[in-house]
């Protein structure tokens, strides 16, 4: 089974009589494939940008079959420059654009397979379908309904049921957008305001898990200090909603399973 990173060199050239093609290099092309970082160092590398990124977080990544690093003889991960790229690419495809995991592994093996530049950040609905390009920034009330397609009205009513929530000038995270989505797709199952406001509730009542748990992680002292203790508990955090999300969906998953 092939896996990221393994084509065929470029310096490689097949024997006599060997008719088989040579292999594309994978996406990054022309970036460095000598594995020379821990998974330490790449967690170092990628927490600028993506601050709530963790172990479990890369691991699960490369059991997705995102990347695949090298291993030591002892079993460690060693990751090279285009590992990193790769990893960059997914969790900023999941921050920014909302996609699911299939979806980038669909545009990676696009850019895989011989595609010039990377795709453009667009929204995904429940099922996958790219929709249109991420906003950033925050939004105001039409702005959000135009590109969610839904009314002004509609907005409002979510808004009161705590779905989404506006700052002071009356503006929408961009995490809104998805947030609107799919109370719309789960509105085309008889999923109304009502039930909404349950599955809402739940969530609180994660967050509140999370609070608990990451409030004693939060350091006092000097700001060096206290700075890397902020950084902790946003990773333990991190951690914590992605094992949240992915019990909560395990546990749908099984419920439905034993209705059929």
Known sequence: MSVPGSARRSDESPGAGDDAPV????????????????????????????????????RFLEDQG?????????????????????????????????????????RLAELDSGAESAPEARLASADGELTGALPRGRLHAAEL????????????????????????????????????????????HGIDTRHLRLMRAAADRQVDVVAQIVAPLRGHGNAQSAAVSRERATAVAGDLTELLSRLHGALVRAGVERLT
């Open 145 to 188: 309904a135009e590109l969610t397609g839904v009314t002004v009205e509609r907005v409002g009513e979510l808004a009161s049921a705590g779905l989404i929530s506006a700052d002071a000038a009356g503006r929408y995270p961009s995490a809104a957008v998805a947030i609107v989505q799919l109370a719309q797709d789960l509105g085309t």
């Open 66 to 106: 995102l990347v695949a690093p090298r291993r030591t003889p002892a079993g460690y991960r060693v990751f090279c420059q285009a590992d990193v790229e790769r990893l960059r690419f997914a969790l900023a495809a999941q921050r920014d654009s909302f996609l699911p995991l299939r979806v980038i592994r669909e």
């Open 23 to 58: 292999v594309a290099e994978p996406w990054p092309r022309g970036v460095s494939r000598n594995p020379t970082m821990n998974i330490g160092a790449v967690l170092a590398v990628l927490k600028r940008e993506f601050p709530a990124v963790s172990h479990s977080k890369l």
